[in-house]
């Protein structure tokens, strides 16, 4: 009965460490992964979701600005002429 109880414990710990090494080597994976993305990402000169935000974000500003100077303009023009 003791060897028996021995061997389960040994068939305990080491799937236990098993599943640990398992654990580690998937977020190597998912590292190394994800490295490997973003230098291909940037070798191909996309962007990234941040930086496509902030540009539009600059985009629409430059809009609403052109949009208020259009109708200055339109009024000034209408006050000389």
């Given amino acids: 009965m003791q060897t028996r ?14 599943m640990g090494v398992a654990q580690g080597a998937r977020h190597e994976a998912e590292t190394a ?6 230098r291909w990402l940037a070798d191909h000169e996309f962007v990234t979701r941040e930086e496509f935000d902030a540009v539009r974000a600059m985009a629409q500003k430059a809009r609403e600005e052109n949009e208020e100077l259009k109708a200055r303009l339109a009024a000034i023009e209408e006050k000389l002429g």
């Fill in 5 to 18: 109880n021995k061997v389960f414990e040994d068939l305990s710990q080491l799937m236990t460490n098993a």
């Fill in 33 to 38: 992964m994800k490295s490997l993305m973003d």
